[in-house]
């Protein structure tokens, strides 16, 4: 009888255990699908893998104004990655700065934004990564030279521009624009490349979200100015450029913003796309030199009469049959000139690194790529096809030399 009780308790509590670990199981996979989402909201991959490498091994490159730092491995690996982190290590990295060995990371590791998190949404995360494969890949040594390369200078930075508080609702403001808000501020860390820093390349908060320079590229005035930023912009064509990178007479991602899109904007839902829409249209109107360049309707021919008319053979031979001679674009919205800033910046920044590097953006019906012509064209060719795109489809002529474009092609801005 004892022995029938006993092998009878110990059936039901193993059925109990199993029970419960079954019904466990989707709470798990719950938090392993806000993990992946919240992770793509926070655009991790985009700065943790390389061309041609594993997702979230690192050993990205980021030139900064003292030196080059190299993204880390945050796989699971117990060796190379966060494999042996505890959830405290996790989320004092995240909203402090500060790894498991007390070593302060170098904020362009956006920790000053990812501090508005809340600790449940950044163990997701944690979650989330520690599900992936494991990759055995070290860390690549960071190229800084004295003082930069001491890293007790960045708690004092901490102590003078590092708020570690979480994001707080404005009681004041609609459920919508509060998650704008935190999505912006938050995970998708706009302010990083988007908001001007001062000498001790901490963002100016008086400026926020009023456009930088960034690793040679124009990170665009977002505010709700007019004609600088992204006030004149209709909602639903600032929530298309923010999902799929294209708003047809209005912009066109490219560089960093268009990883920015492909690894993260475009997998968030519309209704987080919407809310970011109605949060940045509420950001306070900031100046800026670029502005969108007034409309015109240009013909469908070459003009008859250019200033740069070699600049004019070349964008013939190159590159009309796919953005038209009136900047319509062929085929496609992604080739489609009209209305963009980056054609309306004397310096042709992003101009520049287009023609050089080429771009690619991964829109919902398929890849669209520019290709590279770094290779084709020297340096007065470039500056050339340059300047006849600034004045044919901005309203400003163009300042680029062959020597502006030689400091660019070795790093310069």
Request: proline share 7%; glycine share 10%.
């Amino acid at each position: 009888m004892m022995t029938r009780l006993s092998l009878g308790s110990l059936l039901g509590a193993a059925l109990a255990l199993y029970a419960g670990a079954t019904l466990a199981q989707p709470a798990n996979s719950a938090l392993l699908e806000r993990g992946e989402y919240l992770t793509r909201a926070a655009d991790c991959l985009a700065c943790h893998v390389t061309e041609g490498g594993k997702p979230y091994a690192g050993g990205l490159p980021v030139k900064m104004p003292f030196g080059t730092l190299y993204s880390t491995n945050i796989t699971p690996d117990n060796e190379t990655g966060i494999g042996t982190w505890s959830d405290d290590d996790f989320v004092e990295a995240m909203q402090q700065g500060v790894g498991p060995d007390g070593k302060h990371y170098y904020p362009a590791f956006p920790y000053t934004s990812y501090t508005l998190m809340p600790r449940e949404d950044i163990l997701a995360i944690k979650a989330y990564l520690f599900s992936l494969e494991p990759v055995n890949q070290p860390n690549k040594e960071n190229d800084i030279g004295f003082p930069f390369n001491q890293r007790w200078g960045i708690a004092l930075w901490n102590l003078l521009f590092l708020d570690d508080e979480r994001f707080e609702p404005d009681p004041e403001q609609s459920e919508q624009w509060n998650r704008g808000a935190y999505l912006v501020q938050g995970p998708g860390h706009c302010g990083e490349c988007h908001t001007p820093r001062n000498l001790m390349q901490a963002k100016n908060g008086s400026e926020h979200l009023a456009g930088a320079t960034i690793q040679g590229w124009n990170a665009w005035n977002i505010t709700s100015d007019e004609q600088a930023g992204i006030g004149g912009w209709p909602d639903d064509a600032l929530a298309r450029y923010l999902a799929q990178g294209v708003a047809p007479g209005y912009g066109v991602a490219g560089g960093p913003m268009a990883e920015v899109v492909n690894y993260s904007l475009r997998h968030l839902t519309p209704e987080d796309i919407q809310a970011m829409v109605t949060y940045l249209k509420s950001v306070p109107a900031s100046p800026a030199d670029v502005i969108r360049p007034s409309a015109q309707q240009l013909a469908s021919g070459p003009p008859t009469d250019s200033a740069y008319p070699l600049g004019q053979k070349l964008f013939a031979e190159t590159c009309a049959s796919c953005h038209q001679w009136d900047g319509s674009g062929r085929q496609s919205d992604y080739a489609s000139l009209r209305g963009l800033r980056t054609l309306n910046d004397p310096q042709g920044l992003n101009l520049v690194q287009v023609i050089l590097n080429g771009d690619a953006l991964h829109g919902p019906n398929g890849h669209h790529l520019m290709p590279a012509f770094n290779r084709h064209f020297n340096d007065r060719e470039v500056s050339a096809l340059g300047n006849f795109m600034l004045s044919h489809f901005g309203s400003q002529r163009g300042e680029l030399t062959p020597e502006t474009i030689a400091e660019r092609r070795n790093g310069g801005h």
